[in-house]
């Protein structure tokens, strides 16, 4: 199969589209008429779906950027060539759409650009706001031989092409510290945040997860558009990344126990709350279960072993985003009397993010040379 | 901390030297950890308070003209009317239309003041100004500062952008956000600093007629506070009405304290501080509220980037050329 019998108006591409015209006119609609009007957002819960699923969540869904990036121009990892440039390609959604959904989130959308002009070191917004600009302006860059390509501009090519290392480097760098930056968010609020989540360590925790996130999602889209192609599977490329999986998950275990140990203790995660049972959901879904799956030999060269083992860590880190964001909070929150649950129009703004970023990369799959299809 | 602000200003100055245009104005403000010697603040006396409510109207009014905390082109007084019943205004919340708020804790019968056994206490609730605050420490755009000289903590509506981290940072939930307008604004106690300059203070002890809130030198408070807690149940003391060094006083008997002034230590320190008979876990005060520095959680974390930056920059490139390199043996 190659890019031209890759049908773009299916079934699937027009529910996206009605998904994606229903979200822009909630988020049109929220621009006009406010937050209160268009979100279940109050003084409580001054944070919610947005934040926590788009902004933390997409962030740490596009994690591949690097860790393939990295592996492929920095490591030189030859072998996980074939998938750098989808990995880099879901990165650069990823992060769009994240930076969308902050500027819909914050009041006053239209000075979205404030704070790259008034600095104000001492916040870790601040820093979060620097990193998604340089990043996203980095991914396009990483993404941009493709354009190059299609357009058959050789000498912009090449050129790219050859400082690759160099701004492969560049997003490294800026990942560590945006996805560990968005963990120390919370590290401001330690009353209000669960201490079964935080710990002066939620930085690193953040940032392993998104690493390990990051390996289950690129090997994940890699099996699914090897059977929407009907290719055969790289299963070299498969495998290490399981390993890896196994490796980076095992290290983020340890930190994750050691800490409810040395903090606030086992029986704190099992006392049959809602806040120790969605941790507990969090930890045997996202981690537990796919660290024993992974383990056995059977089950990690095995293509439907590893395909169950992506979707359990992508369910899992990003319940566990959801968790940092809205639920650590339930019990403090809960004392000052207000409930949250994100409004109909947030679902319908996340879902058109989603959508967006599904049929974007579709569309490049199809006029780009993303999954080198042709050769 | 192994790298002081001055440190890391300098060596993310140098790295970014590229990206600062000449029209750009970094608002490097370092925070504080110290008093300033001239700040202001209120001590809140919760034995003397008689729930009037007095302090609640009254900040509504004199926030509400132009330079005030409430103030709005299309708004006379922020009332925070009650739809069910539209011919009062008491709010028993603080709203981004009502900054300051009185809120009354009963237990039992509650017919003995400021006691714990069917008792109750009135509070007065609102922006604490903390001598390190955490909601200025997280504001990306420097919206919300601390004065050098009062210790004020005051908001500037034209730059927030409204992330409302600072709403997540506040240890004491102060802040409140206008979700019902299309162009929403931050509000808080900001100590009526607009009426500084015609030698006024703030409007709720101003209008306190007992002497429950009085204004004045932090330093003065906390000796006046610590005053009180010495004094002997049931003796007679001339307190200080509106300001802490007022010649007006209020002949009382004094009653029972719990030996606690609110704000001394709490989150680092506080510019608002509470006397009151019951302890302040009964009136909502949080009882795990630390006594860290809350900015200094987060400096922790910022204090390494630089180190980072260099290190994955380095290590990064030794990297690539090792592993270039070693390709290139095993290919030849």
């Known amino acids: 199969m190659n890019q031209k019998d890759i049908k773009l108006f299916t079934p699937f591409t027009v529910v996206l589209l009605v998904i994606m015209v229903v979200g822009g006119l909630a988020a049109i609609y929220r621009v006009f008429f406010g937050l209160g009007v268009s979100t279940n957002l109050n003084d409580t819960w001054p944070w919610g779906l947005w934040i926590t699923f788009d902004v933390l969540g997409g962030v740490a869904l596009a994690a591949g950027g690097f860790v393939i990036g990295g592996a492929v121009y920095i490591l030189n990892w030859k072998k996980y060539e074939p998938i750098v440039r989808p990995a880099i390609l879901n990165a650069f959604f990823g992060y769009a759409l994240a930076a969308t959904s902050i500027t819909l989130d914050i009041g006053v959308p239209w000075r979205i650009w404030h704070p790259l002009v008034m600095w104000q070191v001492n916040s870790i917004m601040f820093i979060v706001a620097i990193h998604v600009v340089l990043y996203t302006t980095t991914l396009a860059t990483e993404s941009s031989p493709l354009i190059f390509e299609k357009l058959k501009m050789r000498k912009a090519f090449h050129f790219v092409e050859g400082i690759m290392p160099g701004i492969a480097l560049f997003g490294v760098l800026l990942s560590l510290l945006h996805q560990s930056s968005l963990g120390a968010v919370f590290l401001i609020a330690p009353e209000k945040v669960s201490p079964l989540w935080y710990s002066s360590k939620l930085p690193y925790m953040f940032l392993v997860s998104a690493v390990m996130l990051a390996l289950s999602m690129v090997s994940f889209e890699t099996i699914l558009s090897s059977r929407v192609f009907k290719h055969k599977p790289p299963m070299d490329i498969l495998l290490g990344m399981a390993r890896g999986s196994l490796i980076v998950g095992g290290l983020y275990l340890i930190l994750k126990v050691w800490d409810l140990i040395t903090g606030p203790g086992i029986g704190r995660a099992v006392n049959g709350s809602l806040t120790s049972n969605m941790y507990l959901l969090e930890m045997i879904l996202g981690i537990i279960l796919p660290l024993i799956l992974l383990s056995m030999k059977n089950v990690r060269t095995q293509l439907n072993g590893i395909f169950t083992v992506n979707i359990l860590v992508i369910m899992g880190t990003v319940l566990n985003r959801l968790n940092v964001g809205i639920i650590s909070m339930a019990e403090y929150n809960g004392r000052m009397g207000y409930d949250y649950f994100p409004s109909l129009m947030e679902f319908l703004v996340t879902m058109a993010m989603v959508a967006f970023a599904i049929l974007g990369f579709k569309i490049s799959v199809k006029y780009l040379n993303v999954l080198r299809l042709e050769h | ?332």
């Open chain 2, 1 to 332: 901390m192994s790298m002081n602000r001055r440190d890391f200003l300098k060596t993310a100055a140098a790295g970014s030297g590229a990206l600062l245009a000449s029209t750009v104005t970094p608002a490097f403000a370092s925070m504080p950890k110290e008093l300033p010697p001239q700040a202001v603040g209120i001590l809140y006396d919760a034995t003397l308070c008689i729930g009037c409510k007095s302090c609640v109207v009254n900040c509504k009014t004199y926030n509400s003209v132009s330079g005030g905390a409430l103030y709005l082109k299309d708004r006379t007084v922020s009332y925070d009317v009650n739809p069910a019943e539209p011919y009062w205004d008491a709010a028993n919340e603080l709203s981004s239309k009502t900054l300051n708020v009185i809120k009354v804790n009963k237990t039992g019968t509650a017919v003995n003041k400021d006691s714990v056994e069917n008792g109750y206490s009135f509070i007065k609730q609102h922006c604490l100004h903390c001598i390190s605050p955490a909601c200025a420490s997280v504001c990306p755009v420097g919206a919300l500062s601390k004065s050098p000289v009062t210790g004020v903590v005051t908001y500037d509506k034209d730059k927030c952008f409204g992330c409302r981290y600072c709403m997540i940072a506040c240890p004491f939930n102060i802040p409140r956000y206008e979700y019902e307008r299309a162009i929403p604004q931050v509000r808080k106690c900001q100590l009526c600093h607009h009426r500084f300059e015609e030698g006024k203070y703030s409007a709720c002890c101003e209008f306190c007629p007992t002497g429950a809130s009085i204004f004045g030198k932090v330093l003065d408070l906390r000796k006046e506070a610590q005053k009180r807690l010495t004094l002997k149940t049931g003796d007679d003391y001339d307190f200080p009405v509106q300001t802490v060094d007022s010649k007006e006083k209020s002949r009382r008997t004094v009653s029972k304290y719990i030996n606690h002034v609110y704000g001394l230590k709490e989150a680092g320190g506080t510019q608002y501080l509470l006397l009151a008979g019951v302890p302040f876990e009964m009136l909502g005060f949080n009882k795990n509220i630390s006594e860290d520095v809350l900015p200094d959680l987060t400096w922790a974390y910022i204090a390494k980037i630089p180190a980072v930056i260099a290190a994955v920059l380095i290590g990064g490139t030794a990297t690539w050329a090792i592993t270039r390199k070693r390709n290139k043996d095993r290919e030849g």
